[in-house]
T-cell receptor, first 117, second 114 residues
Framework: DAGVIQSPRHEVTEMGQEVTLRCKPI?????LFWYRQTMMRGLELLIY????????DSGMPEDRFSAKMPNASFSTLKIQPSEPRDSAVYFC???????????????FGPGTRLTVL | AQSVSQHNHHVILSEAASLELGCNYS??????LFWYVQYPGQHLQLLLK??????LVKGIKGFEAEFIKSKFSFNLRKPSVQWSDTAEYFC????????????FGKGTKLSVKP
């Protein structure tokens, strides 16, 4: 099993540019989570999907951030326009099942380190 | 709302010392509990988990955690730490039967001196 795959692993961009982060969850997992990690704020949940449907996006910092999950094997997190304060490591995680009999263990990807100059 | 508290921000130990990291959660119902570890520059990896049964859970690399329901706690322990245990440790909780969201604590950084 390849695990959760994220691309790119590193991204350096200039303020104002659009940034797209990509995630491929583990095959068969039906929940997907986007997190942001910084020294100041720690690990923050941005948004999560169940069966490709966004369930809770209350952690998305502002309208510049958007996330999509067009199918069960792919998700994107987009920042437009990007700002220096968006610099962070962005993690994607997937979970095998939800509902009453779920256990909700999450498997994390390697992360994308974003630097906005 | 659920929350997780990790009381120690940074713990510094010498090799072979014993470790206990505190984790308390607030939620009145049945929960699933997790400890994740993040080695420097890496992603979070599951260390151990508790769903039901024996409240003393053993994980990888000699770690264990004890669920004490009356204290809403899930402390992580290791009898003898190694330099390679230097990492950040995150406690997480999920309400049983919820949509799947984990609530993470703010993490505890462990530095082990050789």
């Amino acid at each position: 099993d390849a695990g959760v795959i994220q691309s790119p692993r590193h991204e350096v961009t200039e303020m104002g540019q659009e940034v797209t982060l990509r995630c491929k969850p583990i095959s068969g997992h039906n929940s997907l989570f986007w997190y942001r990690q910084t020294m100041m704020r720690g690990l923050e949940l941005l948004i999560y999907f169940n069966n490709n449907v966004p369930i809770d996006d209350s952690g998305m910092p502002e309208d510049r951030f958007s996330a999509k999950m067009p199918n069960a094997s792919f998700s994107t997190l987009k920042i437009q326009p990007s700002e220096p304060r968006d610099s962070a490591v962005y993690f994607c995680a997937s979970s095998p099942r939800t509902g009453e009999r779920s256990y909700n263990e999450q498997f994390f990807g390697p992360g994308t380190r974003l630097t906005v100059l | 709302a659920q929350s997780v508290s990790q009381h120690n921000h940074h713990v510094i130990l010498s090799e072979a010392a014993s470790l206990e990291l505190g984790c308390n959660y607030s939620y009145g119902g049945t929960v699933n509990l997790f400890w994740y570890v993040q080695y420097p520059g890496q992603h979070l990896q599951l260390l151990l988990k508790y769903f039901s049964g024996d409240p003393l859970v053993k994980g990888i690399k000699g770690f264990e955690a004890e669920f004490i329901k009356s204290k809403f706690s899930f402390n992580l322990r290791k009898p003898s730490v190694q330099w390679s245990d230097t990492a950040e440790y995150f406690c997480a909780v999920n309400a049983r039967g919820s949509q799947g969201n984990l609530i993470f604590g703010k993490g505890t950084k462990l530095s082990v001196k050789p």
